[in-house]
């Protein structure tokens, strides 16, 4: 087998260990030298120093956990490095149970015979870190506002099933004179602002509950939890309006589209990144994500066409869009999401939907334009005459006789 490597390493990364493999081809054969370094800082910069006197040039390990981006932070710009995913290198036949792991993942990499996975650049790795770590902080943000809803209810007071938003600033309000001990029902009800002051005989009705002690107690640990995590929530995303600046205008030119704004581009630049020379094609992208059916063929026959697991915090954003873009008016999206909602059912919809935004951001981002509307129309234009067909039919089997008639068009 050709050898494309003539030095190269493979790594076999553990929590506190790392096993290196390096391979070197020589006059006389290839050169195999194992060595073991620890995961602390000085022992990494050893190894970095090891693979620079020896001459590699490329480096294989399998991304395990987290354990890998240390490693890969400390030689990438010192050798080209391949992260590469667990299961590729099981596919590979041919491995023998007494080969050590950085052993075969380095001669799999000689004869490159292993791909690299997508591992964006350190500025998108970062705005990712502080990305997810938003959606983690808003996530727990519900989770305290589900809690307040719980020990409201408990109190008997049923604010929810009159304020649309119980944690806005008229409940907000309502909650925290309660918290004070406020007991008068009309002293409550006069907090409210805007339309909610409109429902003033249903909220004193609401607002009558059994308050004790134990409650009060508990709705402002909870107030000062739900307060520490909006906080955390705004700093957090002024550190990302500072980390995306060199993709502002990706973020920008996302943002037309329908059902992203700025916080889900934001997400969706985190992961992908701007730049798409990094998927051969928006098929690729869409695999990659793991947003479009997968490819499960035998014998002539289709088994289960299930999406694979892939990036489930681009799923999750992308899932969010569709939603919002199910709800837009006069557009694309919204046409495409009742059309497959009627047929394959809401959910199967919104991944078709969100695949679909994956596949237009993508173009966005390859030719650097804005996106182009094509209207809630635009599947009756594509097949005119199948769609009239289904109508006439229709009409038919009403009992009605139909005569079609081209209208004459105006110059």
Known sequence: MEVLYRCCCGLDVHKKTVAACLLTQEEKGVKK????FGTMTAELEVLREWLRQAGCTHVA????????KPIFNILEGSVDVLLVNAQHIKAVPGRKTDVADCEWIAQLL???LLRGSFVPSAGVRELRDLTRHRTKLVQEQTSVANRIQ???????????????????KSGMAMIEAIVSGVTDVESLAAL????????????RLALEGHVTEHHRFLLKEL???????????????EKIKEKRRPFEEAVHRLDTLPGIDECTAEKMIAEIGADMSQFPSEKHLASWAGICPRNNESAGKHKSGKTRKGSRWLR????????????????YLKAQYHRLAARRGKKRAIVAVGHTILIIAYHILRDEVSYQELGEGFFDHLHTERLTRSLVNKLESLGHKVTIEPCSVAA
Do not use: C, P
């Not at 030298?33 to 073991?36: G, I, L, S, W």
């Not at 408990?154 to 806005?168: C, E, F, P, Q, R």
């Not at 107030?223 to 995303?237: F, H």
């Open 33 to 36: 030298e194992v060595r073991t």
């Open 61 to 68: 390990m399998e991304s395990t956990g987290v354990f890998w």
């Open 110 to 112: 000689r004869h490159g």
């Open 150 to 168: 719980k020990v409201l209810e408990d109190a008997n007071i049923k604010l929810g099933s009159v304020a649309t938003n119980v944690l806005g």
């Open 192 to 203: 409210a602002l805007g339309r909610l002051k409109g429902k003033t005989e249903v909220l």
């Open 223 to 237: 107030l000062e939890q739900w307060r520490y995590l909006e906080q955390a929530i705004e700093r957090v995303s």
């Open 316 to 331: 999750g954003a992308l899932t969010e869009a569709a939603w919002a873009a199910s709800r837009t008016k006069h557009t």
